[in-house]
């Protein structure tokens, strides 16, 4: 087994998961190839092995990277007690921050839940408090809506219809890059003309699709 570097171990672990978390998310946990992460992060495959043991345990680092980068952020903006549009409107903001930041993330997140997902949900679950966010952003967010549609300002909703809208509207672009770049032409800056668009109004949107 190798000996480490002189570097901090915590920085060569850290440059090896970097550039991971850059190979995972262009190719997916079954396309990525442990030499091309050693190459990427400029070390010898022995040492990869040495701080994660196995491409099984890197892809697990790589993955709980990506969902604390994508998840935590968006459900406390949802459970954030403040009106429902500013809610949204939070939310937007906070996503497509990290969408910008990450493009690759929604796609790759997608793919490895395809793949594996009973024991990515039980890694999820085990390192982050998942149920406990998810139950107070739904009953939050159920509340909004139920004291609005008893207001008569917005139609009777669920919360997770209007949650599956929002997410959609806002990953889709970027999970489906690729086709929408074949099939309608939308390249790198019109995909990002539109995410602008759906920072200023799709908050708005969203509520006037629940108006009575």
């Given at each position: 087994m190798p000996t480490p570097p002189a570097v901090s171990p915590s920085d060569t672990e850290a440059q090896i998961l970097e550039a991971a978390h850059r190979v995972f998310l262009r190719r997916?946990?079954?396309?990525?190839?442990?030499?091309?992460?050693?190459?990427?992060?400029?070390?010898?495959?022995?040492?990869?092995?040495?701080?994660?043991?196995?491409?099984?345990k890197l892809a697990e680092a790589v993955f709980l990277r990506a969902a604390r980068t994508l998840f935590p952020q968006m459900l406390q903006a949802l459970a954030a007690d403040v009106p429902l549009r500013d809610?949204?409107?939070?939310?937007?903001?906070?996503?497509?921050?990290?969408?910008?930041?990450?493009?690759?993330?929604?796609?790759?997140?997608?793919?490895?839940?395809?793949?594996?997902?009973?024991?990515?949900?039980?890694?999820?679950?085990?390192?982050?408090?998942?149920?406990?966010?998810?139950?107070?952003?739904?009953?939050?967010?159920?509340?909004?809506?139920?004291?609005?549609?008893?207001?008569?300002?917005?139609?009777?909703?669920?919360a997770e219809d209007l949650l599956v809208a929002l997410l959609a509207q806002l990953v889709f672009p970027y999970a489906a890059a690729p086709m929408l770049e074949a099939v309608l032409g939308l390249d790198a800056d019109a995909r990002e003309a539109m995410m602008e668009r759906r920072r200023q109004n799709l908050a708005d949107a969203l509520l006037r699709s629940l108006a009575p």
């Amino acid at each position: 087994m190798p000996t480490p570097p002189a570097v901090s171990p915590s920085d060569t672990e850290a440059q090896i998961l970097e550039a991971a978390h850059r190979v995972f998310l262009r190719r997916g946990t079954a396309g990525a190839r442990t030499q091309e992460i050693a190459d990427e992060a400029g070390v010898n495959k022995a040492l990869l092995h040495y701080y994660f043991r196995s491409k099984e345990k890197l892809a697990e680092a790589v993955f709980l990277r990506a969902a604390r980068t994508l998840f935590p952020q968006m459900l406390q903006a949802l459970a954030a007690d403040v009106p429902l549009r500013d809610k949204l409107q939070r939310a937007v903001e906070v996503e497509l921050g990290i969408l910008d930041e990450n493009p690759y993330l929604p796609g790759y997140l997608i793919a490895e839940f395809q793949y594996r997902p009973d024991h990515l949900r039980s890694i999820l679950g085990e390192t982050l408090p998942v149920d406990a966010m998810r139950r107070a952003v739904f009953d939050g967010l159920q509340r909004q809506l139920d004291a609005e549609a008893e207001a008569g300002r917005l139609r009777p909703a669920r919360a997770e219809d209007l949650l599956v809208a929002l997410l959609a509207q806002l990953v889709f672009p970027y999970a489906a890059a690729p086709m929408l770049e074949a099939v309608l032409g939308l390249d790198a800056d019109a995909r990002e003309a539109m995410m602008e668009r759906r920072r200023q109004n799709l908050a708005d949107a969203l509520l006037r699709s629940l108006a009575p």
